[in-house]
């Protein structure tokens, strides 16, 4: 039409006052602008409706991310409760709905081995021995007279010491 502007944008032609973001209905122009099913968006309102949104920070996640409890994060934004470290492809321990890593979850909650005071933690094979209310690593678990292992045998107790039957009172 004479006095109008042709749009053209991936081999079709608009008027430029028909060249709109679906959403708000507001020209296009020259301004940037997303495709999502052969509709065009301003970026504003592609981010409005389609992009993911970080839990923490509450910014669009233009690429990559994590999800933790169902929730979208950037990897940067996804850190641990108790150091503040970023989490994202390392081994971390849910707590209380708060991610923490190995480390802080060690010193701030797991349960200490009654013979070496050093966490027990669930990574890896670390199996361990409960006994009343101590804990012990599966190698510390020992005779504290003759330090022969106590896993899978008898023992007996004396004040806080785990003793084989020989040398038990």
């Known amino acids: 039409m004479p ?3 042709k749009m053209e944008f991936k081999g079709s032609s608009w008027h430029e006052s028909c060249f709109v973001c ?3 209905r507001q020209p296009l122009g020259t301004k940037p602008l997303i495709t ?3 509709k065009n968006y301003c ?3 592609f981010e409005k409706q389609f992009a993911h949104h970080c839990y923490s920070c509450k910014k669009v996640i233009t690429s990559g991310g994590v ?3 169902d929730q979208p994060w950037h990897k940067e934004c996804f850190v641990c409760a108790g150091c503040k470290t970023q989490l994202s492809g390392q081994r971390f321990i849910s707590k209380d709905e708060y991610p923490y890593c190995v480390d802080c979850f ?3 909650y797991a349960k200490k081995c009654a013979a070496c005071k050093k966490p027990i933690t669930a990574h890896g094979s670390a199996k361990f021995i409960s006994f009343e209310e101590r804990q012990w690593h599966k ?5 504290a007279k003759c330090s022969v292992s106590l896993v899978g045998r008898g ?8 003793l084989c039957h020989e040398c038990g009172p």
Request: glycine share 4%; with cysteine.
């Open 22 to 24: 679906q959403y708000c």
């Open 155 to 162: 023992f007996l107790t004396q004040q806080d010491d785990v």
């Open 43 to 45: 970026v504003p309102c």
């Open 36 to 38: 999502k099913d052969n």
């Open 139 to 143: 190698e510390c678990f020992n005779c």
């Open 67 to 69: 999800t933790y409890h």
């Open 3 to 5: 006095g109008s502007r």
């Open 106 to 108: 060690s010193k701030l």
